[in-house]
């Protein structure tokens, strides 16, 4: 490892957190939210020789939000497969408030899937709709059923069929081998697109879902790389002398902010994709890294130590104003908008480590939403219901989950090797 990686490793520990070993290929609830709605899936008929369990996935999608919580399978007396099969009291004797029922059939090769939304306490039907799909795109209609089903209940728009990134690092030492993964919202279908054996840091999402900036040393030294995710075809963005790291794409998709120390300490920086011109945001002696976008792009937030530790700065790129929005401990980092621009999620450092928080940002109470102790990375879901992270579990790196309100919580699985750095997507429209 060259004397500037080593450098520059030494001077984000004060902002990353080492991981372990990868998740095994279990989606782990950890904690359920005492405010979860009741809600059963019953399984599909004519289901069981599918290759994937539809009512399942659909299932465990609304557990994992932390807005439901789903009635197991053995303590369903009755399974019917269409609205007119429903005999709402017996659902309201087991609390039930919403039920999803369906049926399965096959025509050539696809799968036509009929499935209905019932509110139990009314006595009603939400929703009646046929999806078709192949066999390999069952988990995605899965999916999208989820996010119907979501939108109907909570009227906000599910976020299930949305995707993750993230790095893994297998091997020790000079044998460490590194890879870019993409992978369903989750975590299943995990595909690498990228390979090095040197280090990949900091992917983080365009706009349209369709390209993923990140951070390789593939040269022997950090530079800023875009790569179009359906063909794999890449750019360089940047190759500075020095530092080069965590990019972030503007909401509107034609600018990148980032970190550069190319005219002395780390700075924030914003280029113009189609021009390349860069326009320095930050000025100073002190760390300035890790920006992220306001949702209407007006301003950005970061990480600076310029107070003695890391805290989070805003800085309306409009009027240039800076102001110090985190005064709760002496660490707080990685800082990532709401999509509604109200508040933001960070790693903050407690009595008990390193934990994902949020902080309302008209207010500025923080509150810890986990209770692990070596959390890093948060990425917030596009509807600002969950938030992602990687964090370790009995020395074992793992991706964590925590639904906005901290009231639930989950294990996601991964590809083998120490995970870091998840990144959500957008929506794909």
Known sequence: MNVLKTTWLAAMLMLFTSLAQAADLTIEITR???????????????????????????????????????????????????????????????????????????????????????DVSGGSRLIGETVTAGRQGLRDAAHYMSDQIFEEITDIRGAFSTRIAYVTSTGVGDNTQYALHVADADGRNSQQILSSDEPIMSPSWSPDAGKLAYVSFETGRPAIYVQEIASGRRVRATSFEGLNSAPAWSPDGRRLAMSLSKDGQPDIYVMDIGSRDLERITTGSSIETEPDWSPDGRSLVFTSDRSGGPQIYRRDLGSGEEQRITFT?????????????????????????????????????????????????????????????????????????????????FRLPAAQGDVREPAWSPFLN
Not at 88 to 101: K, P
Not at 377 to 386: F, K, L, Q
Request: charged share 25%.
């Open 32 to 118: 359920g939210s005492d405010r979860a709605t009741p809600i059963a899936v019953v399984p599909l008929a004519d289901g069981e020789a599918l290759p994937q369990d539809i009512a399942q996935i659909v299932s465990d999608d609304l557990e994992r939000s932390g807005y439901f919580e789903p009635l197991a399978r053995r303590d369903m007396f009755a399974r019917p497969a269409s609205g007119e099969e429903v005999r709402f009291g017996d659902w309201r004797a087991l609390d039930v408030r919403y039920l999803v029922v369906g049926r399965v059939s096959r025509e050539g090769e696809d799968y036509r899937i009929r499935y209905e939304l019932m």
């Open 329 to 409: 401990g002496n660490y707080n980092a990685r800082a990532r908008f709401a999509p509604d621009g109200e508040a933001i999620f960070l790693i903050h450092r407690g009595n008990n480590g390193y934990q994902v928080a949020r902080q309302d940002l008209e207010s500025g109470r923080l509150v810890a939403l986990t209770d692990s102790r070596q959390d890093e990375s948060p990425s917030v879901a596009p509807n600002g219901t969950m938030v992602i992270f990687a964090t370790q579990q009995g020395g074992n790196g793992v991706l964590g989950g925590v639904s906005a309100d901290g009231r639930a919580s």
